[in-house]
Structure formats: structure tokens, C-alpha cells
């Protein structure tokens, strides 16, 4: 069923409708999308269309809406439909629960803009208000110092895979130094040559693009590092030689 053709106008609509939407990572390289539309002009609203990705196969099979309402994807022209059942988006009511799985995340340009119809027949436009938690890239909002007095090498190669020859270990201290609080912060190898490996990245031990959560202690035990804050983060890396090697990470949040 394509609910764009029901978006007619007969006029510009006098309602004023918020809509916002929460996107979290869902795991397997989707993202969770939780929608929420606030109605806080005069005019009651009987459907709501976001824009979103063409042909995406994984939204149609994970929608879900709250009761007195339906929601439908449209493959070919691109569009989630919100709309009436038995409720109405009435004015002056929040509604909230409808959601759905995307391989399109939050920097892939989908999700951004809306399209509404009153039940009057006027149209409403507007951008959608996008609730990142999905952790990205904060280089820029931290600095990230390796602590001198904690650099250690040995021999012993527990937690390696075979055919490496000890362990390099050191502990670095990320400091944040933004004004905005960062939560959910991971490291992940960027740089790490001579065929080395992060012995403590989450899964086990892991080259370019292994990733390690950001153990919560120090100024980061509850989660939430504030301005100045720091937290000690550990590294642990699988030697193939004991020779110089080059090691380089990015770190990635969620800033708010």
C-alpha cells in the first residue's frame, strides 16, 4: 500500500507537529529506530511519512507501532508511513513507540525529513529530530596519553594465538577534553603493523579495526565522561617480534 498518494493538500496546515526519533545500534550492523510525534497544534493529524532508504529489507519485518495505530513501508518510493487506526495523532498528544530496524544508520542521510497530512486535508513539512546513540568518531573531543610508568614487555604470549613472541602492555589516559558529556566509548585499531594484535579487544585479540570497550572506572564509572574527566583505558598487544611496531587508534562515543 503506498500512503504517499494520500498526502493531497488542500492547504497549508495550522498544526504544529514535532517529530523525533531515537537510533541505537541493533546489532549485526543494523540500527534501531524508535519514533516519537508530538502534536501541539490545533489540528488533529491523521498520518505521518518519513523519508527513508529504497528497497531496504530489513525495515518491513521488524515495524511495530503502538495500538490504535499502523505503520507501512514503501520499498519504491522510500517512505515509513505513520498512521490512524482507531487514534488519531490529536492535538496536543505525544505519540510514541513506532520502530523498526534500518541498515541505514544516522549519518546515511535517511530518516531526516516528514511529510503529515491533517484531517483537514493540510499538509505539514518539517525535519525530524535525530537522537544519536549510536557511537561515532570524537578524536577531536579527547586527548589520549599513554602513561609512561606502565609500558611493560614480556615474554609470556597467554591470550596470543600461536606464533607470537610475548606481550606489550601499557595503560593510556583518555581525558575529555569538550564540553559535552561522551558515553558508550570505544577504541578502535586504526594503525597496528609488523602483523601485531590487541590481545584485549572485545572478542579476543584483533588487528585494524578490532574494537575495545572503554573500561567504566575512574571519571568514567558511571558511564558518562565530563569535561576534564579521565579514564585509564588498557592495552595489551600480541608481539609476532620485539621490535618497533606502530600502533594508532580512534576513539568513538556518543557526545551529548
Known sequence: MVMLCMLISSGIAHAALNVSAVVSPAGGGLFHYVFTIQNTGPDD??????DAPINDTFIDPSLSFPAGFLAS???LLG???FLEDTDLFASGTIVTGFAFDSASGPTAGSFLEFEALTVNGDKITGNVTLVSE???VINSSVTFVPLGATLKTTADTSGCPAGFVGKYSFDARLTNKSNSQLSTLLVKVAILSNGN???????GPGGVGAV???PQKNGYSDGILSNNEFVDVPFIICLKLKTRFSFFVDVLG???
Open 45 to 50: 493529524v491523521a498520518i505521518v511519512s518519513v
Open 73 to 75: 513501508y514503501d520499498p
Open 79 to 81: 517512505f515509513v508511513d
Open 134 to 136: 549510536v557511537p561515532v
Open 197 to 203: 594484535l590487541l590481545q584485549n579487544a572485545d572478542g
Open 212 to 214: 575495545m570497550t572503554v
Open 254 to 256: 556518543v557526545a551529548e
